[in-house]
């Protein structure tokens, strides 16, 4: 027998599913609608601002770029919560829908990195026009392009749209079952760990920094504080910052006992010792 519960659960799923397959619909139209229009205008039309660049059609020009990303700033600037962007955000919806399909039938973890790599490119007007004008609204393409920055090591813009997330209090499509807090700290820190010893540019340890000061106090699973502690700890160690990064990692500690810091808490604390501090 199916409960109460799991009936409203999958009464809302359906709902939302409905309401992506509608707003693919219409980008669909509206992009036809589109073309149809510029065909009769002949050569002189302007190209679709929201058309992604077909394969090996090159990047679009700095004044095509400065062009979309107004126009996702007026439609973002005079959005509600039921469209977010407008037009906008409808059309950049349908494709990110169908790229999200794209990446589901690669098997490997790597490729589809460089896959998502390729990709953003064709949505960065669209993050900068929507980050611009700051609408507030809830907004899936933006808090799935947040997810693929972070999977692809741009931990700044990644982080650029956290924080507005975090000001505007959206959460990340229900795919990831995992909340923003959760997803960017867990994100982040992983990069951290897994390029221990590597920061000529200070990105890693600004990044970290960033999101402790973002999310260090906000409800998520305490091994993954632990592990956004653990990271801190090691880049605050390795920018010679011992006293600060036995703070940090004393707080991965007591927030997970198997966070496997404890050889290196002994160590920061002799080396304090030892000079005297």
Request: charge should be negative.
């Given at each position: ?186 994100e982040v820190a992983v990069s951290a760990l ?41 880049r605050l160690r390795d920018s010679g910052k ?36």
């Amino acid at each position: 027998m199916v409960s109460p519960a799991k009936k409203r659960f999958e009464k809302v799923q359906a709902a939302r599913e409905a309401a992506r397959a509608e707003a693919q619909e219409k980008a669909r139209k509206a992009q036809g609608k589109r073309e149809e229009q510029a065909a009769k205008r002949g050569s002189e039309a302007k190209p679709n601002p929201f058309q992604k660049q077909p394969s090996g059609g090159g990047p679009l020009s700095p004044a095509a770029k400065r062009y979309q990303r107004k126009l996702v700033e007026k439609e973002a600037s005079a959005s509600t919560p039921d469209r977010p962007t407008g037009d906008a955000y409808e059309l950049h919806l349908a494709a990110i829908i169908e790229d999200t399909r794209r990446l589901h039938d690669i098997q490997s973890i790597e490729r589809k990195v460089e896959a998502k790599r390729e990709l953003l490119p064709n949505y960065e007007e669209y993050v900068k026009g929507v980050l611009q004008a700051a609408p507030g609204h809830q907004d899936e393409v933006l808090m799935t392009l947040m997810v693929w920055y972070l999977d692809v090591g741009d931990l700044e813009t990644g982080l650029d749209i956290a924080d507005y997330a975090v000001a505007n209090g959206l959460e990340t499509p229900d795919r990831y079952q995992r909340t923003t807090a959760n997803l960017v700290a867990e994100e982040v820190a992983v990069s951290a760990l897994e390029t221990e010893g590597e920061d000529p540019d200070g990105k890693f340890i600004q990044a970290v920094e960033r999101t402790v000061n973002m999310f260090g106090e906000s409800d998520m699973h305490d091994q993954v504080k632990a592990k956004l502690y653990k990271a801190y700890g090691y880049r605050l160690r390795d920018s010679g910052k011992p006293d600060q990064a036995l703070d940090a990692l004393d707080r991965a500690l007591k927030l997970n006992d198997r966070a496997g810091v404890k050889k290196d808490i002994e160590a920061l604390r002799k080396e304090l010792k030892n000079s005297g501090e």
